[in-house]
């Protein structure tokens, strides 16, 4: 069955760059989740999009955005990176808030 | 806004043993998830409890919840190396985040 795609898997960015990530989700699904892990830690909710509309935000830094496309892909966008960026950050989707399924994420690393 | 709380945070346990990871949560949650996560993987979801004396089991692992106490544990039987990862509680909260617990990390040893 299909999964949910991540690209770039990996990413190696200097400080002050910009990033932007993208989210292919499962066919069908319509809502778009991102989270981001820091080494050792549990997933944090960043923002997530419905029917290409920002439906709720959670702990996301003003130096990112993200938006959902007519396709359903996402994009997060990060600007001015900070060491404290470099993460695993994870996509999710699900069908109308149903159950949501992970994408293999990206492992962004910022020196 | 929900909180989740999960312990312990390691364990270490020898195979063929029995074990417990609890999860505790602050406030209602419209649904209990717990994940697998092998180091620098993904999340592999395992079981999503959705009410009150939900009990679901997969192999070795079986999960319950119980909504008055906020409480969900999942139960380890006869451990063996396989099963050895980290393991998160979730709570689904405001319809569409997940908030997380810290994580067990389970290491199962000869």
């Known amino acids: 069955a299909a999964g949910v795609i991540q690209s770039p898997r990996h990413l190696i960015k200097e400080k002050r760059e910009t990033a932007t990530l993208k989210c292919y989700p499962i066919?069908?699904?319509?809502?778009v989740y991102w989270y981001q892990q820091g080494p050792g830690q549990d997933p944090q909710f960043l923002i997530s999009f419905y029917e290409k509309m920002q439906s709720d935000k959670g702990s996301i830094p003003d130096r990112f955005s993200a938006q959902q496309f007519s396709d359903y892909h996402s994009e997060l966008n990060m600007s001015s990176l900070e060491l404290g960026d470099s993460a695993l950050y994870f996509c999710a989707s699900s069908r109308t808030y149903n159950e949501q399924f992970f994408g293999p994420g990206t492992r962004l690393t910022v020196l | 806004e929900l909180k989740v709380e999960q312990n312990p945070l390691f364990l270490s346990m020898q195979e063929g043993k029995n074990y417990t990871i609890y999860c505790n949560y602050s406030?209602?949650?419209?649904?209990l998830y717990w994940y697998r996560q092998d180091p620098g993987k993904s999340l592999e979801s395992l079981f999503v409890l959705l009410s009150n004396g939900a009990v679901k089991q997969e192999g070795r692992l079986m999960a319950s919840l119980d909504t008055k106490a906020r409480l969900s544990t999942l139960h380890i039987t006869a451990a063996v190396h396989d099963l050895s990862a980290t393991y998160f509680c979730?709570?689904?909260?405001?319809?569409?985040?997940?908030?997380f617990g810290t994580g067990t990390r389970l290491q199962v040893f000869p």
């Open positions: 406030t209602t949650s419209d649904r």
């Open positions: 979730a709570g689904l909260y405001n319809t569409d985040k997940l908030i």
């Open positions: 066919p069908r699904h319509d809502t």
